[in-house]
């Protein structure tokens, strides 16, 4: 069986969604890759967490192409692959609907840094796509998922560009988050922790309408706290 | 025993709706449909969940005359018998008294298709029906109950109308919804993902009270990705 | 030992508050009542629920002298002691900070009758006191709290006669739910059912400010089928 | 091993943290101080809390120096030790990111005494600092932290002086609660209760925004309930 090691990280990666309860039933979806390879490991389609097994993940290559595998993939499998492509650092990709990030995603909203648990894992709003046309709909949905998310981040359409790295997540609009990072577990981390800081900005947002971003300044000592190569946190 | 598997998959689909949170004490109840026999497998009145078994499930022919069992049938049972009656297609009937979809029958309002969550189960807006008349709570209000939905999908009193197929669920203004299903098991896993969109909309309106309804084709994308023929989801 | 049965109902019910998420800690506390002797059955003060025992029940008469047992009663006994000295027919109370209920309790507001749900329990709203003045608290101030409640009822200061029977609780205002039953276990169901209309009432009123109370007939219909000569609800 | 029963008291402190849901992740901490010997006792930085032993505690003297412990301590020590200095009562510092008294620091406000639950265990509303200055937070940020709390409760900058005794918490704005007590125990129960009682009021400014605070009298009479000499509340 090939890439052991990243099966078992992306099935575990799965699983700490449903223990988070950022997940029902057979919604959302992890993955992760091998970079040296090109092959990526992701969930299969529509099968339930509780029956996960590791030979259920599907390996595909950086097209989507499937390598090894008897179930289908994650349906969403087009936005992963193309997320990997365009964002050469990142190692995990997670798909979720997860209550308060979707329902941002839903108010085509960012969810705005408003407090320091946000500038630990995220250096500035969680943007959210442009609406995606009939047209993309109509077509390669999937894949046009993907470039909307890589279009935000790139800073098409007039809005400012933003590093992937340093924002590790994007709301799609009308529709739900896709996070990412390191690796899978890294991933799922981050998903987690937005939608910790997502419910927070709503509850925050209805205490006072016009809370405050938080300074540049704490965004700064926050983020650096934990990333980068001056960061203290933790036995690093 | 008649239906011995059908009361097993109604069994089940109750105690799934205890499992979701859907249900406190002995509200909500769920049924199945032996379309051949025309008999309703429906949970007794009253009886807790965790202490319920097979052989206090109910049978019933489509006018409610128990044909089996010593319990009395759910209060409920004229509404569900209808429903099977004027919807031929449907083989489960799921009733709670969720908290989210209840509060948007309380407030009278339909739950929106704000997101892709929505249209993944429900092809369009959860509608709700008329407040009942008077005479119709006096009268045979759980039968009324039922006429008041099936009114709403058949479009009349100006509304327009809507395939039960498409839409698997209603809300009975100032009370809770009926869901349903082409299995018990259907209906029940409708039911937890009404309340879980339900959820959504809620915090979603709260964001932002103009928020725009999924795209027409954001709906058909989504819907028959996951239903009809050319269905993509899952291992089928 | 005094009163063996009527001990374990009262311990039955304080841990029914606990099972549902009502208590904190030491909060709450539910009392029972022997109507022929004259004797209430409450639980100790600050005593944690899942170290309490059959034992640590506090026998007192109804003016709250201690009869048997050893540990303080609650510090909320003369609330109970004269809620069963007012209102005769009930043999069971209940207090708790429970979090809905007591919000609306803090917003001086009743939990007003917006479904279904509600009608099963409360034929109407759950009123809330007027607050007590300052000698009143600086006086006899937990009789006094209970004073405030029969006030409510007996439609002192303006405001319309409730029958105890039909609406088993109030809200104290700045304070939280006091709820009652025929039993220790009929006050502990209804306090959780309470939270859990309070909760809908909620989300309601943030869905639609002006939601519309449920129709006298509705009221009715709901709170006769479960109360009363010719309740049809469950297998009674 | 030094400090064996201030260890065991802070490792418990940790793990109620984790048991009531107010940390997720390596969030949060919580140490105490042996008085006497001049030591200080915290959570290791980064560590999962289910993991977490005895021997991970590390011990400091009351100027963050460390004195035992393998371990780095918690990114937030300074924050404890300067507690410790000013505060010369208390024996147990509490910091989480828990979801409602985060909120009302995001929002940069106080969380108001809107009922008893807050007078039994808060003399006055639970105030917020002020913004730290950008020069403070690219200073020695975490000891800034510490002296924005003492400051509001000198009453400096126009506020009104507060006694740390009498309202054992503060919210430092765009960041989340600092809690302490006399023990270990004691922050943690009070951070505890103060999620609750942020909780409350959120859900009561959103019923009636204008919502009065407790009068002087409830406030007196629930927190000398608890409080002082002539508590009265529970066994003691």
């Avoid at 595998?69 to 193309?82: A, F, K």
């Amino acid at each position: 069986m090939l890439l052991e090691k990243l099966r078992e990280e992306v099935l575990e990666a799965n699983l700490e969604l449903l223990r988070h309860g950022l997940v029902l039933y057979t919604f959302g979806n992890a993955s992760g890759i091998d970079r040296e390879q090109g092959l990526v490991v992701i969930k299969p389609s529509g099968v339930a967490y509780d029956e996960m097994k590791l030979e259920h993940m599907v390996v595909t290559d950086l097209e989507g192409k499937i390598v090894e595998g008897t179930l289908r993939p994650s349906s969403d499998l087009d936005t992963h692959t193309l997320l990997y492509r365009e964002f050469s650092e990142i190692g995990g990709v997670v798909h979720t609907h997860s209550e308060f990030a979707t329902s941002f995603a839903q108010a085509g909203l960012p969810v705005p840094a408003l407090g320091t648990t946000h500038a630990d894992y995220f250096y500035g709003p969680v943007p959210v796509t442009l609406p995606l046309s009939d047209e993309a709909i109509g077509g390669r949905y999937v894949h046009e998922t993907g470039l909307a998310i890589v279009a935000r981040f790139k800073g098409e359409s007039g809005s400012e560009a933003i590093d992937p790295r340093a924002v590790p997540a994007c709301l799609v609009a009308g529709h739900a988050p896709f996070v990412w990072g390191k690796t899978p577990h890294d991933a799922a981390h981050n998903a987690v922790v937005l939608e910790a800081v997502a419910r927070m900005a709503y509850r925050t947002i209805s205490l006072e309408a016009n809370s405050a971003e938080v300074s540049q300044a704490l965004l700064d000592r926050h983020y650096f706290r934990k990333h980068g190569k001056d960061a203290t946190y933790g036995q690093g």
